[in-house]
């Protein structure tokens, strides 16, 4: 089935004319007409657009880098007169009149856009309940939750409902999904790829990156992604690598330390296990694994859901019925409007990080709660400094379960917050770290993650390649 090739496989066949990138768009959109009514992946499916896109890519016939690739883009990032919601009720109707750069940087690197995928409200989540419009399902037990916020573009990769696809990471929303739909998903370095046309959430902690199904096709994408942008304030101009030329099988002298904070309590044991095995597995291809404790780890959830939320609330002070997204009409007056537009549009979640956000940043309680968890943010990032003084990179669980249930964890949010316990240092640190598959629990896979230093995502590609190619985890794929 082509829908299930990668796109460095997929590549190879084009340049050498052995399929034509309109045959693989199609089967793309085959295998959405067969499982999308199952899974709920998409939230705008764009298949003129992307069949225009692969018919110019054959005519072109310069099949180079993802020239003719179907890749399916997130939600919250804005497509110019293509409907961009966040899965919002308030942006239902919207049409952005601008491409967020990184579409810009697809379409010149003649991608075909497949559509946009369901997240988590406002990539408010981790499991993609809290859309506006669906659900999504888990491709490999429909019964479970593909992770969140990006649990649209996770699902869509895992099933061979695109080749390719776009998520943001602000706490973990690539990483967690990877993990629970068996596929590999990069947290690029905060500043690394331009947010700007990316909806913010939170500002301090966004970044966008790839899903994929294996880590060589995690490179290429980075290849097109990464690089200094002028029209986002907080993108860092240093060269970009070619992170293909890091895909070496081989991690002989890397120093890796496990984080054991993160393999104790509240970490399922098969986790544990799968854990353990893929450490044992590196320290036998020649690296050395030590564990190594990061203690501020335990205060990174309470300082995350004080630093996100007080974003969020700024942030999403502009949906206001006036400017653009929904108004409402059940308004005699201006305060009324702007009362019943945000209690009509947004959802239950966004509605209580707005409200945290909105009193942590409150006279009397901003020292209190936002500014303390500023620091403890600071102390967070020492103790990575401290970690990679001694290692080249550090790897922990990327979730402390498997998927779980669809519903199983609605009615309890900080059960919820607690499945990014692994990934949310991370973004606080502003550090680059990268989901794979290590194994499997009760049929549902287990995520890896490695974490790397501060534009040191070649390292992180490196030894994740090396485990990828003396492991069979990411050859595995579900059967709907």
Known sequence: MLNNLTAHEAHSLLASKKISSVELTEAVFAQIEKTENKLKAYVTLTKDEALKRAKAADNNGNFTGLAGIPIAIKDNMCTKGILTTCSSKILANYLPPYDATIVEKLAAAGAAPIGKTNLDEFAMGSSTENSGFHTTHNPWDLNTVPGGSSGGSAAAVASGECILALGSDTGGSIRQPASFCGVVGLKPTYGRVSRYGLVAFASSLDQIGPLAKDVTDSAWLMNVLAGYDPKDSTSVDIPVPDYRMALVNDVKKFRIGLISDLMGKGTDEAVKAAIKDAARKLESLGAIVEEVSLPTFEYAVPTYYLIAPAEASSNL??????????RSSDAPDLLTMYYNTRREGFGAEVKRRIMLGTYALSAGYYDAYYLKALKVRTLIKQDFEKAFKHFDVLISPTAPSPAFKIGEKAADPLSMYLSDIATIPVNLAGL????????????????????????????LLQVAYTYEQNTEWHKRRPTL
């Not at 002070?317 to 929904?326: E, Q, S």
């Not at 989901?435 to 390292?459: D, N, T, V």
């Open 432 to 459: 680059p770290a990268i989901s794979l598959p290590c194994g499997f629990s009760g049929g549902l896979p287990i995520g890896l993650q490695i974490i790397g230093e501060a534009f040191a995502e070649e390292k």
């Open 317 to 326: 002070a502009r949906f206001d019925g006036v400017k653009f997204g929904h």
